[in-house]
């Protein structure tokens, strides 16, 4: 598979260069339809989904998501205060922890209106 797409990047640079080009377009419109906490939102989602399915890997993956942001975040935190706020990745493990409290708080409500009615 390697060996296939190094040959279309020798024969064939331009495609490559589009499609990459296209799909960074296409993620680029996507963050600014749904905003930032939508887009990592509907991301969250998609890896509890994957973890789901394949929990191993899911951590393997997440872990190696969790030691980019660190690289990602040192490297915003060398601009001025302030001017590069929108560009940090969220801490996904807070976003999660948070949607797992939501999501209890609203089962101990139902809880109640379902005892409250019986």
């Given at each position: ?23 960074v ?8 339809a ?7 939102g ?12 394949r ?5 393997a ?12 975040d ?45």
């Amino acid at each position: 598979m390697l060996s296939l797409l190094a040959l279309a990047v020798i024969l064939r640079p331009w495609l490559v260069l589009g499609v990459v080009f296209i799909a960074v377009f296409v993620t680029l419109g996507v963050f600014l339809a749904l905003g930032y906490d939508g887009f990592w939102g509907r991301a969250l989602t998609l890896g509890r989904w994957y973890a789901a399915r394949r929990p191993d890997r899911a951590a393997a993956l997440h872990a190696r998501l969790d030691a980019f942001a660190m690289k990602w975040d040192a490297v915003l935190d060398r601009f001025p205060e302030g001017t590069v706020d929108g560009l940090y990745l969220p801490d996904f493990g807070e976003m999660a922890a948070a949607d797992t409290r939501h999501d209890e708080a609203l089962d101990r409500r139902f809880d109640s209106l379902r005892n409250s009615e019986a």
